[in-house]
């Protein structure tokens, strides 16, 4: 008994042994994101107890654990939650993984930001890993087809060119097109500036589409709104530094199959034949021993690198960001090129109920944009003779070129052009702003910031004197020997806001009010001067090298001052019941006393029902309804657009000899009721999430009316002016958005899945009183202009005669309308449709042709990662736009003495009676040039935009390195591979329809890259 006794006592005194052991068992550890920057403040607590503990500024944890078989949970606000089983461990490092759905809950709203549950206007935030991942130049080529109404288009391959950018598609005229761009808190409505950015020192950007999101802006947000927000330190977080790298070749995306020297040689000899005229003498009965292809002698394999160091640090009270980057480009057209060097400091410090900051970033951006015209090179290397060799040792400049005996020899040798012409565009460029903030009360802050922007930029063209042939005449376009033009231009912005904010709770009502007062200034001046001649050379490439000018000099000064007052409340209910009404009242000096003001203004509610009661049980994580209306301006046309101007062309002679210059009346005429251009915006739209947010969905209806459209309308000569602005009519806007996002992470493996589609459509509702339509200018190079803005057609509308294949026999011509202009029409020759009937072609028979408007704009990302792998899909597309294919009018319309496309070799004959080629004659003995739908396409496509795969490596790797936060290395391809129907250079064409005659070509990259963090 005694015994027994004894073993149960022994038994109790090692189970409380037992239990003392692991009540009193201390772990510690340290808690970090995944870049390894440690997370002060997450919370860590022993699951089913409220045992607890919260790490320290460097992350650091320790915790005495109470039960037996502890399990530790760990939660950071943004940050996935995570949970471990002790076991026998004590020393932890925990690694916390962001949560972009939390993370994404705040969005930038204009000045402020605010829940993305409690946002009632049309917003969507693109996050900086949507852009830093992405190796290009520039930030808008990273966003394409990730914004559901947000277009962008790159028309131009050009190394530094800027891309069209649109919200929900173009309402206006000739007024500016482009959205307003606010980079941290200042305004600018300069796209150039986004060159200047490096996409790497981006945060994250926020597109503001309809009315209530943008009127905060007032005036000069009716063509939407895009935020930018970069990169700064975060208070607490230990000194941080990354360095990435990329680099490698980029081609042109697509060449035209042009017919080779034998085969030029055998049609040109059959058009002359069939058109009575002489044979090109280098062409007739010789045997050709050149065979020049022009596209591989301007296009070449060029390349892009980028170099990038930027690092953080923080102490108690602030912290810093600071990069420095330089971007190097070679243009994959010979003698063309972009470089950039950027630098950006942004810190933030505060002192009790004071906050202080700053961002300055300074650019340098250099441009080698090689010959420049209203036809490119491009454009003359299709056009030029493949019997022609490209160079010549014998000629003054090395070059060879077309003479008499090539036949039409007016023309651009492309080559020489390219490298013999030194353009070039240096760009410094200051973006700063200052801030000061106090909490006057408990809610209320008042808010100073003070920005401005300065750049100053040198145009510079120099080509010495050079010679093409053997006749001794000077080059196309270079009758004068050696010119140099210049041009120096200084552009200066500052901007002073000054706002009070106020937010309160009371119960379940929360408030939010903000008032200010902003006023901002832009100058700009540039003087510009051209040479020719005299001692100009290559050693002296200097405006005193020849006193001999081209044209006068000039200096224009242009001013513009805007001052607004801002006002906006925001209140919700319970988090449920939401309300925003926007006022700003916006003043510019574009106009007149009389019609300077204008008041703009805009109200949303929204409804976020999934928190309502009888949502409990539904399969919706949220759900919420909103609606917006409201009223926006547009002031972006010439600073004097309400001015009369003078022409300062004409010269009078006095005393037999005397020249004195004089001014005249005869330039813009004065227009003193020129008023705000006005748009009026509806917005219905409905968040939701399921599947535990995994799967979430956006639809969007919108209406926008532009109404007062600023236009510079040309005037007939006979006026003796050349324009006046006016407010010539109403545009609208209407279409459906749409965005859903699937994702969730299955052990190892994540992935998410986004799509996005906008369907609009455009329309003229109505043009002023005597304006019954309005064309493009209509160039030298075309009979008929191709654009017409019509009330009940598209914005962007072709104009022209509509075809209807081609005449096959005489009968059929016979039959026919009379030809235009009488013109002998054959069989082989187009035939065009008589539209009204009277049995001629004339110019009433022309009519719309086609609709440039791109209808559906779509894209989609694949992300997809597995332990260290990571892989991004990008796509890209747009459908049912319209264009004039003018490459192709060209290339197959026997233009002049031009090269043409291999086409041309299935042309009409008797014996080959095509429908697709037409026969073979001059251009100016048929009617086949005339601009019709022969040469209109559809210019739909769809594009890998980007194809990336990357490894980083894990901690015990990194640990091995030396403690190393990030080690990624990556392969990307950029426009990898496009389906089109489109038979041009690329189907990413111009909004207005209208392909520029020899455009930059697109270029396809493949990069390697490295990203370090330490």
Same mark, same amino acid.
């Given at each position: 008994?005694?015994?027994?006794?004894?073993?149960?006592?022994?038994?109790?005194?090692?189970?409380?042994?037992?239990?003392?052991?692991?009540?009193?068992?201390?772990?510690?550890?340290?808690?970090?994101?995944?870049?390894?920057?440690?997370?002060?403040?997450?919370?860590?607590?022993?699951?089913?107890?409220?045992?607890?503990?919260?790490?320290?500024?460097?992350?650091?944890?320790?915790?005495?654990?109470?039960?037996?078989?502890?399990?530790?949970?760990?939660?950071?606000?943004?940050?996935?939650?995570?949970?471990?089983?002790?076991?026998?461990?004590?020393?932890?490092?925990?690694?916390?993984?962001?949560?972009?759905?939390?993370?994404?809950?705040?969005?930038?709203?204009?000045?402020?930001?605010?829940?993305?549950?409690?946002?009632?206007?049309?917003?969507?935030?693109?996050?900086?890993?949507?852009?830093?991942?992405?190796?290009?130049?520039?930030?808008?080529?990273?966003?394409?087809?990730?914004?559901?109404?947000?277009?962008?288009?790159?028309?131009?391959?050009?190394?530094?060119?800027?891309?069209?950018?649109?919200?929900?598609?173009?309402?206006?005229?000739?007024?500016?097109?482009?959205?307003?761009?606010?980079?941290?808190?200042?305004?600018?409505?300069?796209?150039?500036?986004?060159?200047?950015?490096n996409?790497?020192?981006?945060?994250?950007?926020?597109?503001?589409?309809?009315?209530?999101?943008?009127?905060?802006?007032g005036?000069?947000?009716?063509?939407?709104?895009?935020i930018?927000?970069?990169?700064?330190?975060?208070?607490?977080?230990?000194?941080?530094?990354?360095?990435?790298i990329?680099?490698?070749?980029?081609?042109?995306?697509?060449?035209?199959?042009?017919?080779?020297?034998?085969?030029?040689?055998?049609v040109?000899?059959?058009?002359?034949?069939?058109?009575?005229?002489?044979?090109?003498?280098?062409?007739?009965g010789?045997?050709?021993?050149?065979?020049?292809?022009?596209?591989?002698?301007?296009?070449?394999?060029?390349?892009?690198?980028?170099?990038?160091?930027?690092?953080?640090?923080?102490?108690k009270?602030?912290?810093?960001?600071?990069?420095?980057?330089?971007?190097?480009?070679?243009?994959?057209?010979?003698?063309?090129?972009?470089?950039?060097?950027?630098l950006?400091?942004n810190?933030?410090?505060?002192?009790?109920?004071?906050?202080?900051?700053?961002?300055?970033?300074?650019?340098?951006?250099?441009?080698?944009?090689?010959?420049?015209?209203?036809?490119?090179?491009?454009?003359?290397?299709?056009?030029?003779?493949?019997?022609?060799?490209?160079?010549?040792?014998?000629?003054?400049?090395?070059?060879?070129?077309?003479?008499?005996?090539?036949?039409?020899?007016?023309?651009?040798?492309?080559?020489?052009?390219?490298?013999?012409?030194?353009?070039?565009?240096i760009?410094?460029?200051?973006?700063?702003?200052?801030y000061?903030?106090?909490?006057?009360l408990?809610?209320?802050?008042?808010?100073?910031?003070?920005?401005?922007?300065?750049?100053?930029?040198?145009?510079?063209?120099?080509?010495?004197?050079?010679?093409?042939?053997?006749?001794?005449?000077?080059?196309?376009?270079?009758?004068?020997?050696?010119?140099?033009?210049?041009?120096?231009?200084?552009?200066?912005?500052?901007?002073?806001?000054?706002?009070?904010?106020?937010?309160?709770?009371?119960?379940?009502?929360?408030?939010?009010?903000?008032?200010?007062?902003?006023?901002?200034?832009?100058?700009?001046?540039?003087?510009?001067?051209?040479?020719?001649?005299?001692?100009?050379?290559?050693?002296?490439?200097?405006?005193?090298?020849?006193?001999?000018?081209?044209?006068?000099?000039?200096?224009?000064?242009?001013?513009?001052?805007?001052?607004?007052?801002?006002?906006?409340?925001?209140?919700?209910?319970?988090?449920?019941?939401?309300?925003?009404?926007?006022?700003?009242?916006?003043?510019?000096?574009?106009?007149?006393?009389?019609?300077?003001?204008?008041?703009?203004?805009?109200?949303?509610?929204?409804?976020?029902?999934?928190?309502?009661?009888?949502?409990?049980?539904?399969?919706?994580?949220?759900?919420?309804?909103?609606?917006?209306?409201?009223?926006?301006?547009?002031?972006?046309?010439?600073?004097?657009?309400?001015?009369?101007?003078?022409?300062?062309?004409?010269?009078?002679?006095?005393n037999?000899?005397?020249?004195?210059?004089?001014?005249?009346?005869?330039?813009?005429?004065?227009?003193?009721?020129?008023?705000?251009?006005?748009?009026?915006?509806?917005?219905?739209?409905?968040?939701?999430a399921?599947?535990?947010?995994?799967?979430?969905?956006?639809?969007?209806?919108?209406?926008?009316?532009?109404?007062?459209?600023l236009?510079?309308?040309?005037?007939?000569?006979?006026?003796?002016y050349?324009?006046?602005?006016?407010?010539?009519?109403?545009?609208?806007?209407?279409?459906?958005?749409?965005?859903?996002?699937?994702?969730?992470?299955?052990?190892?493996?994540?992935?998410?899945i986004?799509a996005?589609?906008?369907?609009?459509?455009?329309?003229?509702?109505?043009?002023?009183?005597?304006?019954?339509?309005?064309?493009?200018?209509?160039?030298?190079?075309?009979?008929?202009?191709?654009?017409?803005?019509?009330?009940?057609?598209?914005?962007?509308?072709?104009?022209?005669?509509k075809?209807?294949?081609?005449?096959?026999?005489?009968?059929e &011509?016979?039959?026919?309308? +009379? !030809?235009? *202009?009488?013109?002998? #029409? =054959? $069989?082989?020759? @187009?035939?065009?449709v008589?539209? %009204?009937?009277?049995?001629?072609?004339?110019?009433?028979?022309?009519?719309?042709?086609?609709?440039?408007?791109?209808?559906?704009?779509?894209?989609?990302?694949?992300?997809?990662?597995?332990k260290?792998?990571?892989?991004?899909?990008?796509?890209?597309?747009?459908?049912?736009?319209?264009?004039?294919?003018?490459?192709?009018?060209?290339?197959?319309?026997?233009?002049?003495?031009?090269?043409?496309?291999?086409? &041309?070799?299935?042309?009409? +004959? !008797?014996? *080959?009676?095509?429908? #697709? =080629? $037409?026969?073979? @004659?001059?251009?100016?003995?048929? %009617?086949?040039?005339?601009?019709?739908?022969?040469?209109?396409?559809?210019?739909?496509?769809?594009?890998?935009?980007?194809?990336?795969?990357?490894?980083?490596?894990?901690?015990?790797?990194?640990?091995?390195?030396?403690?190393?936060?990030?080690?990624?290395?990556?392969?990307?391809?950029?426009?990898?591979?496009?389906?089109?129907?489109?038979?041009?250079?690329?189907?990413e064409?111009?909004?207005?329809?209208?392909?520029?005659?020899?455009?930059? !070509?697109?270029?396809?990259?493949?990069?390697?890259?490295?990203?370090?963090?330490?």
């Open positions: 008994m005694i015994i027994k006794k004894r073993l149960f006592y022994l038994l109790l005194l090692m189970l409380c042994w037992g239990t003392t052991q692991a009540q009193d068992k201390m772990v510690s550890g340290v808690i970090t994101d995944q870049n390894k920057q440690p997370l002060p403040g997450t919370n860590v607590v022993e699951k089913g107890t409220s045992n607890g503990t919260i790490s320290n500024a460097d992350g650091e944890f320790s915790l005495l654990l109470t039960t037996e078989n502890p399990v530790l949970e760990f939660s950071y606000i943004g940050f996935l939650e995570q949970e471990i089983v002790v076991g026998q461990q004590k020393k932890f490092v925990v690694t916390l993984e962001e949560n972009l759905d939390e993370l994404d809950e705040v969005v930038v709203i204009g000045y402020g930001t605010q829940k993305k549950e409690n946002v009632t206007g049309a917003i969507t935030k693109v996050g900086k890993d949507a852009i830093e991942g992405r190796p290009v130049a520039d930030f808008q080529s990273a966003l394409q087809g990730q914004v559901a109404g947000l277009q962008i288009t790159g028309t131009d391959g050009q190394p530094g060119a800027n891309p069209s950018i649109r919200i929900r598609g173009t309402g206006t005229i000739t007024g500016g097109s482009d959205p307003l761009y606010v980079i941290d808190g200042v305004i600018l409505q300069d796209g150039d500036a986004f060159s200047t950015i996409p790497s020192d981006i945060e994250s950007v926020n597109v503001l589409k309809d009315a209530s999101a943008a009127a905060i802006y005036a000069r947000a009716a063509n939407g709104v895009i930018i927000t970069t990169k700064r330190g975060k208070v607490g977080a230990k000194p941080q530094f990354n360095v990435n990329f680099g490698g070749p980029k081609m042109i995306t697509n060449k035209l199959d042009m017919m080779n020297s034998s085969q030029y040689q055998q040109m000899n059959t058009v002359k034949d069939n058109s009575g005229l002489p044979r090109i003498p280098n062409l007739d010789t045997t050709l021993t050149t065979d020049t292809d022009w596209q591989d002698e301007l296009y070449q394999t060029g390349y892009q690198q980028s170099y990038e160091i930027s690092g953080s640090t923080s102490g009270n602030g912290s810093i960001y600071a990069s420095i980057n330089h971007f190097d480009e070679k243009g994959t057209m010979i003698n063309t090129g972009f470089s950039r060097t950027s950006r400091i810190s933030d410090l505060t002192v009790k109920r004071f906050k202080f900051g700053n961002t300055i970033s300074y650019t340098r951006s250099n441009y080698n944009l090689g010959y420049i015209g209203d036809r490119g090179s491009t454009f003359w290397a299709l056009a030029y003779s493949p019997a022609v060799k490209v160079t010549n040792p014998d000629n003054l400049g090395g070059y060879q070129g077309a003479g008499p005996d090539d036949g039409d020899y007016n023309l651009i040798q492309p080559v020489a052009t390219q490298n013999l012409l030194d353009r070039n565009r760009i410094n460029r200051v973006i700063a702003s200052v000061g903030e106090v909490e006057i408990h809610g209320l802050n008042f808010k100073t910031n003070l920005a401005a922007d300065v750049s100053n930029s040198h145009h510079k063209m120099f080509i010495p004197e050079f010679y093409l042939n053997d006749t001794g005449e000077p080059p196309y376009l270079f009758p004068r020997g050696a010119e140099l033009d210049e041009e120096r231009n200084e552009r200066t912005m500052w901007l002073w806001e000054n706002t009070l904010n106020y937010k309160k709770t009371f119960g379940k009502h929360n408030i939010g009010l903000l008032a200010g007062y902003t006023m901002q200034h832009n100058r700009r001046n540039w003087m510009s001067a051209s040479v020719y001649g005299g001692n100009l050379s290559s050693s002296l490439p200097i405006l005193n090298g020849s006193s001999t000018t081209k044209a006068d000099s000039k200096s224009p000064l242009y001013d513009k001052n805007t001052l607004s007052y801002i006002g906006r409340a925001i209140y919700d209910y319970d988090g449920k019941y939401m309300a925003t009404f926007n006022f700003r009242r916006d003043g510019s000096s574009v106009f007149t006393p009389e019609n300077r003001f204008h008041n703009f203004m805009s109200g949303s509610v929204g409804w976020l029902i999934s928190k309502e009661s009888f949502m409990e049980n539904s399969p919706f994580d949220m759900l919420k309804l909103r609606a917006s209306y409201g009223s926006l301006g547009n002031d972006q046309i010439n600073e004097r657009a309400t001015q009369s101007l003078l022409n300062s062309v004409p010269r009078y002679v006095f037999g000899g005397t020249l004195v210059p004089t001014v005249a009346p005869g330039g813009q005429v004065f227009n003193p009721g020129l008023v705000w251009e006005k748009q009026v915006q509806t917005n219905i739209g409905i968040d939701g399921v599947l535990k947010n995994r799967l979430s969905f956006t639809v969007d209806y919108f209406q926008k009316v532009s109404d007062d459209l236009l510079d309308y040309t005037l007939p000569t006979t006026t003796g050349d324009n006046v602005f006016v407010n010539a009519g109403e545009v609208q806007n209407k279409g459906w958005e749409f965005t859903v996002n699937w994702g969730d992470k299955k052990g190892d493996f994540t992935y998410n986004g996005n589609a906008t369907f609009i459509n455009n329309e003229v509702t109505r043009l002023a009183e005597g304006l019954p339509f309005i064309t493009e200018k209509k160039g030298a190079n075309w009979e008929f202009t191709r654009n017409r803005i019509e009330a009940g057609h598209s914005l962007y509308s072709l104009y022209g005669f075809t209807d294949g081609i005449y096959q026999s005489q009968s &011509v016979d039959a026919g309308p +009379t !030809p235009y *202009n009488d013109v002998d #029409t =054959q $069989p082989g020759d @187009i035939r065009y008589d539209i %009204n009937g009277d049995g001629m072609i004339t110019d009433e028979d022309r009519t719309f042709i086609g609709d440039a408007n791109q209808s559906i704009t779509y894209g989609m990302n694949i992300n997809l990662g597995y260290g792998f990571d892989f991004n899909l990008q796509l890209q597309g747009v459908y049912g736009n319209d264009v004039f294919n003018s490459t192709r009018y060209y290339t197959q319309s026997y233009h002049r003495d031009f090269n043409m496309t291999t086409d &041309v070799l299935n042309a009409w +004959t !008797p014996e *080959n009676k095509s429908q #697709t =080629q $037409p026969r073979a @004659i001059a251009q100016q003995l048929a %009617n086949n040039n005339l601009i019709s739908d022969w040469w209109v396409e559809k210019a739909s496509y769809l594009r890998v935009k980007n194809l990336q795969f990357g490894y980083s490596l894990n901690d015990r790797a990194l640990s091995a390195l030396g403690g190393l936060t990030r080690l990624r290395v990556y392969a990307a391809g950029q426009n990898l591979w496009t389906i089109t129907n489109f038979t041009g250079l690329d189907p064409v111009p909004l207005n329809g209208i392909l520029p005659d020899g455009p930059y !070509p697109m270029s396809r990259s493949f990069i390697l890259g490295l990203q370090v963090g330490f």
